[in-house]
């Protein structure tokens, strides 16, 4: 079962990456938000950090918003948090 990750998306960054704060991942990407650009690199980001494949990781909510939610299919927060945390 997928666990859900909280996002909070900088879109049009100069460089891409990942930071966990408390409960809340922000991501920087590069792409700019434009026709789901940046929804598809923050996807990408999240995929690369933690080890999966592109298609594993998903945006269900928030698409058209600053705070999004992401379904990994990773057993659990915690090791979603682990994983992160070694990023």
């Not at 922000?26 to 789901?36: E, L, P, Q, S, T």
């Not at 933690?50 to 927060?77: C, F, Y």
């Amino acid at each position: 079962m997928p666990v859900r990750l909280a996002l909070e998306a900088h879109p049009n960054a100069t460089l891409q990456r990942i930071e966990l704060v408390n409960d809340t991942s922000r991501v920087w990407v590069r792409a700019r938000a434009i026709d789901g650009q940046a929804n598809a690199a923050i996807e990408q980001t999240i995929a690369q950090a933690l080890g999966l494949r592109h298609r594993q990781v998903r945006i269900v909510s928030g698409t058209r918003s600053r705070h999004k939610v992401a379904e990994i299919h990773l057993a659990d927060i915690q090791e979603v948090h682990r994983r992160l945390a070694q990023a």
